[in-house]
């Protein structure tokens, strides 16, 4: 068997050797088995991955963290049920600072319940249930001003200003919390609203709000004075307090990210509702996420969107902050649930490189002359396409022709002009020129030297190039309709 046909069934056999084993890492990655009594679910099946989870900002532990907002970097803002305290995280989830004192004064903290921040004008705005406040800070936390606002429950951040929801209408402020206007009042019909923990600003002025209370989301338009103007409404209100038949139970959290797409946190039922904002369509319910594992939550309140698929929710009653992706199910794959994965796959490709480069043949003067003087000039062509020798060779055999085939078509001039006085034969010269760069030996490239005979090709070998006997080439190979040379 040539040696080049032994290399290349060595390559396929480590290859088919690394597909196999990825074949079985895919098939651990994927799971497969049903999960005991006891054991860690499988989570990452469902499409929600747990990222991170967090207990501390500082040398201190999450206890009760309830709001929770996100800016447009994806940097975290959380505030605590009963502390005083806003805490920053970066994206990654790695604490920042925090700032805030309890108490009754200006820009104190007495029950914090929502957060959201504004990249754009550096500030974060915290809406205070027991000082009926919406609070203004710096990013570094320095008090700015605040406004008072009956009721307020969860502030966010449109284009038209600062939205507030409350325990009834819709509030819009100015960016220095001037009252602009109050839509809708407390109650159950569409366009009112009760208690609602959190509102969504949409494209084209829409507001997205889970309705809390009555168990519902609706999308409306900052219009209207006893009902804001409804666009469409999911859900309806609880016949009863325990009413089963509800969509949702308590939908507490609600993010928007940057397909769309709403997400919806029910903290009583622990599911999270992905749906289409236009519509008001669900397009995937992930469910059975109560628990004290990754990725499940007890009494979760709140959830922000970081960019990409991922996301942050204020997991209450765990005393934690988690950073979770959320895949829909046709986004669910080992791939998207492992992005390294993708890695893998380079190692299957490069072994493989090399068999489909073709080589790139390097010729001495002395092997171009022998085939064309044995008539297996159009054998060497054949078999590399072009054939890169020096300038001065291609010179001399640019016009030869060997049955109607010019030989100067499929030269390729490579190095410097004519030999200076002093300079290495042909042969060495050639070999230096076939040197692979950095570059070739990453890529693999394949660089031979086509030599007359054995001695030629033992120069080139100590030259640093890869010798390939003209008789062990074109040995291999016959023209179309000539019969191959006797063994």
Not at 39 to 57: F, H, N, Q
Not at 407 to 433: H, K, Y
């Amino acid at each position: 068997m040539p040696r080049s046909n032994r290399r290349n069934v060595v390559l396929l056999g480590v290859a088919a050797l690394m597909l196999l084993g990825l074949a079985g890492f895919y098939l651990y990655l994927s799971g497969g088995g049903e999960s005991g009594e006891g054991k860690k679910p499988d989570l990452a099946s469902t499409g929600l991955v747990p990222v991170r989870t967090i207990y501390k900002y500082g040398k201190n532990n999450l206890v009760k963290p309830v709001g929770i907002g996100s800016d447009e970097q994806g940097n975290i803002f959380v505030t605590l049920r009963d502390g005083a305290p806003v805490i920053a995280y970066d994206r990654k989830g790695d604490f920042v600072r925090s700032w805030g004192t309890r108490g009754y004064r200006s820009g104190q903290l007495l029950s914090p319940t929502g957060v959201a921040a504004d990249s754009r004008s550096g500030r974060v705005y915290v809406t205070d249930r027991g000082r009926l406040r919406l609070i203004c800070y710096d990013r570094q936390g320095t008090f700015e001003w605040e406004t008072p606002i009956l009721g307020a429950l969860s502030p966010a951040v449109s284009g038209d200003g600062l939205l507030v929801s409350t325990h009834g209408p819709l509030v819009l402020l100015d960016d220095q919390g001037q009252l602009v206007k109050q839509v809708g009042t407390r109650g159950r019909m569409p366009g009112q609203f009760d208690f609602a923990h959190a509102l969504v600003p949409g494209d084209g002025g829409s507001v997205y709000v889970a309705d809390t209370d009555n168990a519902r989301i609706q999308a409306v338009k900052m219009s209207g004075t006893t009902t804001a103007t409804v666009q469409w409404v999911y859900g309806r209100p609880p016949a009863r307090q325990d009413d089963p038949d509800t969509k949702f139970g308590v939908p507490a959290g609600m993010a928007r990210d940057a397909k769309g797409r709403l997400y919806v946190l029910d903290g009583f039922r622990h599911t999270i509702t992905a749906m289409d904002a236009k519509s008001g369509k669900v397009l995937h319910t992930w469910t059975d996420l109560e628990g004290d594992y990754d990725g499940l939550f007890r009494l979760p309140t709140g959830i922000a969107y970081l960019g990409g698929d991922t996301f942050a929710v204020s997991d209450t009653y765990n005393d934690r902050i988690q950073i979770v992706r959320l895949l829909l199910p046709e986004e669910n794959n080992v791939f998207n649930r492992n992005p390294w994965t993708k890695w893998l796959l380079l190692l299957l490709v490069v072994p493989l490189l090399p068999l489909f480069r073709r080589k790139k043949a390097f010729v001495t003067s002395e092997a171009l002359e022998r085939s064309l003087r044995e008539e297996r000039f159009r054998v060497l062509a054949g078999i590399y396409k072009r054939l890169h020798v020096l300038p001065e060779v291609a010179d001399e055999f640019r016009d030869r022709f060997e049955s109607g085939v010019r030989v100067g078509d499929f030269l390729v001039p490579v190095g410097a002009g004519a030999p200076a006085d002093g300079e290495p034969p042909g042969d060495v010269r050639i070999a230096e020129a076939a040197r692979r760069s950095a570059a070739g030996r990453l890529l693999l490239a394949r660089h031979v030297v086509v030599c007359a005979d054995e001695p030629q090709c033992g120069r080139v070998r100590e030259a640093g190039g890869k010798a390939a006997p003209y008789e062990q080439v074109v040995s291999e190979y016959v023209l179309e309709g000539e019969a191959p040379a006797p063994a």
